[in-house]
């Protein structure tokens, strides 16, 4: 299971890599990449349960975390850099990135209506897009 994650883990950073690189701005990006985590999660759903959902025997927030982890991180770290001022870029990256799995999470399971998905990640991205 954490061989099937870590392949997830290199086909999310990879796309978040060609949002975030095609966007005309620091804002589009914010969007671009959150459109992409979200298609992502919605066009993968096993796989996205077997790095989010399923217990796996990965590191996460530590030195060893693998490479392909470390990549998705980063890039999301990168889409917000432009907007975390002076704050702890990290935290900002960590919430940004909770924000979106909480979203994408909460509506799978029909804890939130499907039709106010976009509206939502609209706020997502205003929010961290600031």
Same mark, same amino acid.
């Given at each position: 299971?954490? %061989?099937? /994650?870590?392949?997830? $883990? !290199? *086909?999310?950073?990879?796309? @978040?890599?060609? #949002?975030?690189?095609?966007? =005309?701005?620091?804002?589009?990006?914010?969007?671009?990449? %959150?459109? /992409?985590?979200?298609? $992502? !999660? *919605?066009?993968?759903?096993? @796989?996205?349960? #077997?790095?989010?959902?399923? =217990?796996?025997?990965?590191?996460?927030?530590?030195?060893?975390?693998?490479?392909?982890?470390?990549?998705?991180?980063?890039?999301?770290?990168?889409?917000v850099r432009p907007f975390a001022g002076d704050g702890?870029?990290?935290?900002?990256?960590?919430?940004?990135?909770?924000?979106?799995?909480?979203?994408?999470?909460?509506?799978?399971?029909?804890?939130?209506?499907?039709?106010?998905?976009?509206?939502?990640?609209?706020?997502?991205?205003?929010?961290?897009?600031?």
């Amino acid at each position: 299971m954490a %061989a099937v /994650a870590v392949e997830g $883990f !290199a *086909e999310l950073a990879t796309r @978040l890599v060609t #949002a975030r690189a095609s966007a =005309a701005d620091p804002r589009q990006a914010v969007a671009d990449v %959150a459109a /992409a985590y979200v298609r $992502f !999660a *919605e066009q993968r759903p096993a @796989l996205y349960d #077997a790095m989010f959902t399923l =217990a796996v025997d990965l590191p996460f927030a530590s030195s060893d975390v693998p490479t392909d982890l470390a990549r998705g991180f980063a890039e999301l770290a990168e889409t917000v850099r432009p907007f975390a001022g002076d704050g702890d870029l990290e935290v900002l990256t960590e919430t940004f990135w909770s924000g979106l799995h909480g979203l994408v999470t909460l509506m799978r399971s029909d804890r939130l209506r499907r039709e106010g998905h976009d509206r939502r990640l609209a706020v997502l991205v205003g929010r961290f897009s600031r």
